[in-house]
């Protein structure tokens, strides 16, 4: 793949995304929405948040791979937490180069 996608591209251009754990080799596809241009990880707990991890295959920042990024939400509500103070400060990683 050379250039990103928009939402009603992925489908067609991806059939599926499996991801494998190499450390317990559990094997999960991620999900899709008809909106996004990303897979979705199942969310899971990190301190008080909820976190959504998804590769994002409208983003690739040039490196040909799409972008990990992460949301951030209120588990009690599912709304996106906003990236003020110490969460924007925050170290982040990107797979894109």
């Keep these: 793949m050379t250039q990103p996608l928009r939402p009603e ?3 067609s251009a991806i059939a599926s995304v499996v991801v494998t754990d190499t450390e317990t080799g559990d094997v999960c596809e991620l999900s899709t929405r008809s909106d996004s241009a ?4 199942e969310r899971f707990a990190a301190g ?3 976190v959504q991890l998804r590769l994002d295959w409208s983003d ?3 490196s ?3 972008r990990l ?3 951030f939400l209120d ?3 599912g709304k996106h937490r906003s990236l003020k103070g110490a969460r924007r400060r ?6 894109t180069g």
């Design 69 to 71: 990024d992460a949301d």
């Design 64 to 66: 040909g791979q799409p």
């Design 48 to 50: 008080g948040d909820s």
């Design 90 to 95: 925050s170290p982040w990683v990107s797979t």
């Design 60 to 62: 690739f920042g040039g």
């Design 38 to 41: 990303c897979h979705f990880f």
């Design 75 to 77: 588990p009690a509500t």
């Design 9 to 11: 591209e992925l489908g």
